[in-house]
């Protein structure tokens, strides 16, 4: 199964930018989308972005629409979340998904990385 591992999290204040990357590594990513999850002390996880992975359709959060960018490197086997204008309340553990071709939901994660920003 191929293996999903985020980078890229940290700490940083309100209006900067982060970008997070996610690389499938074990084999060549030939799934049906690849997306980013997030989840807040205490609350659910929520849906971020999602690329899919032929024709690179995006879509997003209305929380992050105009803020967020997914993009995809297939050469790399890799996904990006360029997270500018951020917020405090952007805080959390930031998730990579992958859905495989005929699932109906995203069916591999990655360990996640830690997104803080302070006002």
């Known amino acids: 199964q191929v293996q999903l591992v985020e980078s890229g999290g940290g700490l940083t204040q309100a209006g900067e930018s982060l970008r997070l990357s996610c690389t499938a590594s074990?084999?060549?990513?030939?799934?049906?989308?690849m997306g980013w999850f997030r989840q807040a002390p205490g609350k659910e996880r929520e849906f971020v972005a999602s690329i899919r992975w032929s024709g690179g359709s995006t879509y997003y959060a209305d929380s992050v629409k105009g803020r967020f960018s997914i993009s995809r490197d297939i050469r790399k086997n890799m996904v990006a979340l360029q997270m500018n204008s951020l917020k405090p309340e952007d805080t959390a553990v930031y998730y990579c998904?992958?859905?495989?071709?005929?699932?109906?939901?995203?069916?591999?994660w990655g360990q996640g990385t830690q997104v803080t920003v302070s006002s």
């Open positions: 074990g084999r060549t990513f030939s799934g049906y989308a």
């Open positions: 998904a992958s859905q495989s071709v005929g699932a109906n939901e995203y069916n591999n």
